[in-house]
């Protein structure tokens, strides 16, 4: 930023996809792909004589999210009609949520660099999703496949000071919202999509300055890029004597600046009115109760439980608790292993190292995480070496098979009796007497290789810290 005096205003609106089987008011698919206006009813269109049916999972999958971001659910909320006129927007309105959302005030907790951070949520309301418009050169074709999927707005306070928290507090709802199984959060498909409100004001000043938003973001280092660019443009603009203009941009990634879209509407342009063709959504309190003890563990308190529980340092934990399904996986790996640290470095090292590479899923791992702790405690026994232990999670991971199948079949078990050893050792040095007076002289560099040799020996069987011990004594000049 050019100058230090200026205070960002952030307030981020993120469109969650919920993750139902139809639509919000129709019975045609919700999936992402699909054949062109393969996946669009009457009802979608706007149709002359159709009718919307809520579709109960979405309100059920809505109260979940708001019950987990501390929300206020109400238990009667309204459909309203949000009315613009765009190609991708059939009917000519959008059916939304106005002045009595399903949710309000809440917030949500959240780690940025290590410290907590809680961010307030001023709303979350249901929503039907737009269609798309495709441009071909001179031409714009329109695909209503996401016409009518269900959406969660879900609306934070203008309290984000830097745009680097802004993207931290995203992940943190897409982490939530995986949790809950509610939204995939799969930000290339759009089921995940930010809108980005940024004004500017001098530091001690109450008054907020003119709000510009960013549309339709779907990555979070765009986020935190588009952000940046658009408080330094508003800078420049009010320190060289011109005003921002209220309206809505889009962020260049390849550019990497803002461009303007449209001028902002107000909420009085939408013209908001009552759906009529829609009741009033009324929930009974037992409901929610049941579906609030249906809620997990969140992200936050899964990260804290971690440390506390198993020892694991805020990196760690983080990690591991960034997928539901990961945290779960070290949790059953560890009472097989009883060694946290060392079970929390095997899945973040060897596992993901493979799944990634094979693009599996954690719930499709070959290795079960009964079978890798089961690995881990041979290995803190002394059936197995570390580096033998690679090799069996290796034959584990092609095969399926429990660790004692393999150490058993491929004869790996870690030879850790002192009269082999001591055999071995003394073969080797009396191979190789020249290296043994360089060590003896000073030159204790040459120590590995003597390692390296009885590892050779024993096909990388023997137990290192016995080898270690034995050639300490071995190698120590004679009295």
Not at 181 to 205: H, K, P, T, W, Y
Not at 263 to 274: C, G, I, L, V
Request: one cysteine or more; charged letters at 25%; aromatic letters at 8%.
């Amino acid at each position: 930023m050019s100058s230090g005096d200026w205070e960002a205003i952030i307030g981020l609106e993120i469109h969650a996809q919920l993750l139902t089987m139809s639509k919000i008011f129709s019975p045609d698919s919700a999936s992402f792909g699909g054949g062109d206006n393969q996946h669009v009813h009457p009802v979608s269109l706007g149709m002359p004589g159709t009718l919307p049916v809520l579709n109960e999972k979405a309100v059920e999958l809505s109260v979940l999210i708001g019950l987990a971001l501390n929300c206020k659910i109400n238990r009667q909320s309204v459909f309203s009609r949000k009315n613009y006129f765009y190609p991708d927007l059939p009917k000519g309105y959008q059916i939304s949520q106005f002045d009595v959302p399903l949710c309000e005030n809440g917030h949500i907790d959240f780690f940025v660099e290590g410290e907590p951070m809680q961010v307030e949520i001023t709303r979350a309301h249901m929503e039907e999703d737009a269609g798309k418009s495709i441009h071909h050169g001179d031409g714009t074709l329109l695909n209503y496949n996401r016409a009518g999927v269900p959406l969660l707005e879900i609306v934070s306070a203008p309290v984000i000071r830097s745009p680097a928290v802004a993207a931290e507090y995203v992940r943190a709802i897409r982490r939530t919202l995986r949790y809950l199984d509610a939204c995939d959060g799969n930000l290339e498909e759009g089921s995940l999509r930010c809108d980005c409100n940024v004004s500017i004001r001098q530091r001690g000043n109450q008054q907020l300055g003119t709000r510009v938003e960013i549309k339709n973001i779907n990555s979070f280092r765009f986020i935190e890029k588009a952000i940046e660019y658009e408080i330094q443009r508003q800078i420049d603009l009010v320190e060289t004597g011109q005003r921002v203009v209220q309206e809505t941009r889009l962020f260049d990634s390849v550019k990497n600046r803002t461009y303007s879209m449209r001028s902002k509407e107000d909420a009085h342009d939408y013209r908001y009115f009552p759906d009529p063709d829609l009741l009033p959504l009324e929930i009974s309190s037992s409901w929610i109760e049941n579906l609030g003890q249906r809620l997990p563990e969140l992200p936050f308190q899964k990260v804290r439980r971690l440390q506390n529980d198993f020892g694991l340092s805020h990196i760690d934990a983080t990690h591991l608790a960034d997928e539901i399904e990961l945290a779960d996986y070290f949790e059953e790996a560890v009472k097989a292993s009883s060694n946290p640290k060392s079970t929390c470095n095997w899945i973040m090292v060897e596992l993901l190292r493979e799944l990634n590479l094979g693009k599996i899923e954690i719930r499709n791992s070959p290795v079960s995480p009964k079978n890798l702790g089961s690995l881990i405690h041979f290995i803190d026994q002394g059936t197995i070496s570390g580096k033998i232990g690679k090799q069996v999670f290796a034959e584990m991971w092609s095969s399926g098979r429990r660790p004692d199948e393999v150490i058993e079949e491929k004869g790996f078990v870690q030879v850790s009796d002192n009269s082999t050893l001591e055999k071995i050792i003394n073969a080797i040095l009396a191979k190789n007497s020249p290296q043994v007076e360089q060590y003896r002289s000073g030159k204790e560099k040459v120590f590995g290789f003597f390692v390296g040799q009885v590892m050779r020996e024993t096909k990388g069987q023997a137990n290192p810290d016995l080898v270690n011990s034995l050639l300490l004594k071995k190698l120590r000049p004679p009295l």
